[in-house]
């Protein structure tokens, strides 16, 4: 027989021989490769399916904006623009409907209408379920809106279709049957975007609206590069049709609108992923260490025979290639399983529709790299010391750790009086081999400050909204009205309610912006009160509006958004116009102040009323109220602003939509929910690893105190009295770990937080120490302790003592 021989019946001798510390080490490795394993398939398959997705809707390269819509003429006309391969408008309006009866509350709801639905070639939508295309009286609601549509028509998602919804028809009311569903791949759920969608028919439009003409264009550019110079190109053919042109857009076809929220999504996920690895190499390092130790002796006999260093290397290094694969052959099924179904229920929050489940090539090829490398390299020291020992030394020498003879944390535990025998031998026990202790510690305390980490962002993300929401927004409901109105007139009657504290008038409408630079943009501007009581800015940079701007040759005033202005390269003091369109005139304006905000657009910009009203030429206008009411609580603002609405409409005044706080909160909520249930995931997992990380070392403890349980055995000790041993030094592991835990969860926690901020709202979050997660994670970990103590608590009971003075 050959040394190769050799060694691998060396090797599967170990592994069968020690069933119990190997299945520990294959498990963490594939807890390991699990966690990265998961993130590479949600990746892959993710960012695969959405790209295939969207190009499949032959996404539009520029959207134009045409407020007052574009006869089909026209429309047609921009066919002969140079650059432009395809054209395609759609009608997109906003409206409210009800349920069909007395009861129903008003909602927004958003509106498409197609001149031909069945000829759609740019942002395709796919007829789902029922009828396609829409006929007269009738809407088609987008699928991620269905559920919403069919609570406030009160039936069951599977009653929608059939059910009718009363529409407002510019003052007058529309019912509409829901005739079916249809699929828009770039549109989110309704809980995200804040408002159900549909597709009506081009007659349906008419009655809705009195004309077909369509305000939002589509192209399609044969050079992607020229998309810019095309967009110029059309908008001044449409400009000098008569049209007022909007918000003009470059769109890039190749990345789908939500790909930068799954990007931060991942690479968060993915950072725990690594750690989650990392910590699981922490458990090979153990056992290769404890395995190196028990035969420290045979590595002797090995060497005396004439083995040289690089044989010994071999033969471990093929115990290590062992726990490597089978680690990775456990996780790959279980990480396409799991990486799919993330990938799905992600895929399902932005309306998306995978592919069938399959392999990931990458993923496959990802998790053979780690599975096998990482434990190499974790076993890296323990395999270079115990190659590299002596004869002499591997014959004289108790092992590799010495013992615990010359442990001085030992001596010092050995002097302690008053503790039960039995306590004071878990405790003597748990720091004798202490690198031992040190990886078994740091891969629950992490795991422990992990999971605490996680709980701490989401209570910092909850009081940060409410922060943001509450401090920067005193109102508790906006209401719109379908028309202009004098502030003058619908104050009084809105405060003459009894539990209206305050009401302030507000008037918004998109604009298009021209910068310092020349480059014009859509933004939308919101004008109230410069002492507004309710709104409160967070600058970054500046200062917020004041009287008599835009008056006396004062220059007017205009508050931006700071990420905004970052990435349009807008300066303070900038000079910029805003034109309003319907014949208003172009107005000059100055910027003083950056904002953050979370809640209104990027592309949001506040100017005072009174400038506006002054530059306009005009008084005394407002299409909102805000209004904050005596009592906050949900059923109280309902009730009050049913009332409200009432003594409005009594005097005459019709109100559009409303728009409660808690809404707002809703929509803001909804997506980053996605990312603490993905963080939680991962915790788990790496408390997962840190219980398997005990349970090995606790395994590896019986096995070399075997002939320490067999004395025991000898001098009358009984399987209870073992079990307590052991029990407790499990326990007093993970009473220790809870202590570093503690020390490691509030830095951890605080660059969660900032990280997770950065990323979603581009501020820091406003920081909270989840204090409930110590308590519960206290709990967790003595239960994990438990848990992770019972199987070697059991196998040492069960040894005899012949078994036991027999050990090698």
């Not at 508050?559 to 807008?570: I, L, S």
């Amino acid at each position: 027989m050959n040394a190769l021989q050799t060694i691998r019946l060396k090797t599967l001798r170990d592994l069968w021989r020690n069933r119990s510390r190997t299945l520990m080490v294959v498990l963490s490795v594939a807890v390991g490769v699990l966690g990265v394993g998961m993130i590479v398939v949600t990746w892959d398959i993710l960012t695969t399916d959405l790209g295939r997705r969207y190009a499949a809707i032959n996404p539009a390269h520029v959207e134009i904006s045409v407020p007052a819509g574009v006869s089909e003429d026209d429309l047609r006309g921009l066919e002969t623009a140079p650059g432009v391969v395809q054209v395609q408008g759609r009608a997109v309006f906003s409206t409210r409907y009800r349920a069909d009866g007395p009861e129903g509350t008003w909602q927004t709801i958003d509106l498409i209408a197609f001149p031909d639905p069945t000829a759609q070639v740019i942002n395709i939508l796919a007829p789902d379920e029922g009828a396609w295309p829409p006929g007269r009286e009738e809407m088609v609601v987008e699928r991620a809106s269905l559920s919403e549509m069919a609570a406030a028509a009160g039936v069951s998602v599977n009653g929608a279709c059939g059910a009718s919804v009363v529409v407002d028809a510019g003052g007058r009311e529309r019912s509409l049957t829901i005739a079916g569903t249809v699929h828009q791949q770039d549109a989110v759920t309704a809980a995200v975007r804040g408002s159900p969608v549909a597709v009506v028919s081009l007659d349906t439009l008419v009655k809705l609206r009195g004309h077909d003409r369509m305000n939002t264009i589509y192209l399609i550019v044969d050079d992607l590069e020229q998309r810019a110079e095309v967009a110029a190109a059309a908008r001044e053919r449409l400009e000098r049709a008569g049209y007022d042109v909007g918000q003009v857009t470059l769109r890039d076809p190749a990345v789908h609108p939500a790909q930068d929220v799954l990007d931060v999504l991942l690479l968060v996920m993915g950072i725990l992923g690594v750690l989650a690895l990392a910590l699981s190499g922490f458990l090979v390092t153990n056992t290769i260490s404890a395995l190196i130790t028990q035969q420290i002796d045979q590595i002797g006999v090995m060497k005396a025979i004439g083995a040289d260093t690089g044989l010994v290397l071999r033969a471990y290094s093929l115990t290590v290639l062992a726990y490597g694969v089978l680690g990775t052959l456990v996780a790959m099924p279980l990480a396409g399983r799991t990486g799919y179904g993330l990938a799905r229920y992600l895929a399902g929050q932005l309306n998306i529709d995978l592919y069938p489940d399959r392999a990931s090539p990458l993923a496959v090829a990802v998790m053979l790299g780690v599975g096998i490398a990482v434990p190499f390299i974790a076993a890296a020291g323990p395999l270079w010391r115990g190659a590299h020992i002596t004869v002499r030394e591997a014959i004289a020498d108790y092992g590799l750790g010495g013992g615990s003879g010359d442990n001085r944390l030992v001596q010092g535990l050995d002097r302690v009086q008053g503790l039960p025998r039995v306590w004071a031998l878990a405790v003597r026990n748990a720091v004798r081999v202490p690198s031992r202790l040190a990886l078994t510690l740091l891969t629950l305390a992490l795991g422990g400050a992990t999971f605490i980490a996680v709980l701490s962002t989401d209570s910092s993300f909850g009081r940060t909204i409410d922060n943001l929401l509450e401090g920067q927004y005193g109102m508790d409901v906006l209401l719109a009205f379908r028309t202009e109105q004098r502030p003058s007139q619908v104050l009084p009657i809105v405060t003459s309610h009894g539990e209206v504290v305050r009401a302030e008038a507000w008037y918004f409408d998109t604009a298009v912006m021209r910068l310092a630079s020349g480059q014009e943009v859509q933004v939308t501007m919101f004008a109230g009160p410069h002492d507004t009581q309710f709104y409160q800015p967070t600058l970054s940079a500046g200062r917020w509006l004041q009287p008599g701007e835009g008056q006396a040759r004062q220059p007017a005033a205009v508050v931006v958004n700071r990420k905004w202005a970052d990435e349009e390269g807008v300066q303070l003091d900038d000079p910029v116009t805003l034109d309003l369109g319907d014949g208003a005139p172009v107005s000059e304006w100055v910027v003083v102040g950056f904002n953050q905000d979370l809640v209104r657009q990027q592309t949001g910009v506040f100017v005072s009323l009174e400038s506006l009203d002054h530059v306009l030429k005009r008084t005394d206008r407002t299409v909102t109220l805000e209004v904050r009411y005596a009592e906050h609580d949900l059923a109280s603002q309902r009730r009050i602003t049913a009332e409200v609405i009432d003594l409005l409409e009594q005097n005459g005044v019709e109100v559009f939509s409303t728009l409660m706080m808690s809404d707002i909160r809703g929509q803001v909520v909804s997506l980053y929910r996605i990312l603490i249930i993905f963080l939680m995931v991962m915790s788990v997992l790496m408390a997962l690893i840190g219980g398997l990380g005990l349970m090995g070392m606790m395994s590896i403890n019986v096995l070399e105190r075997s002939k320490e349980i067999g004395v025991m055995r000898a001098i009358g000790a009984d399987s209870r009295a073992i079990v307590q041993i052991f029990w407790g030094e499990s326990m007093v592991i993970a009473a220790i770990s809870f202590i570093l835990t503690l020390a490691l969860s509030l830095p951890l926690s605080r660059a969660m937080t900032r990280a997770v901020g950065m990323a979603f709202i581009d501020t820091p979050l406003s920081f909270t120490y989840a204090a409930p997660g110590i308590a519960c994670w206290l709990v967790l970990v003595l239960l994990i302790g438990s848990l992770a103590s019972i199987a070697p608590a059991l196998n040492a009971a069960n040894l005899s003592v012949r078994e036991s003075l027999s050990y090698e």
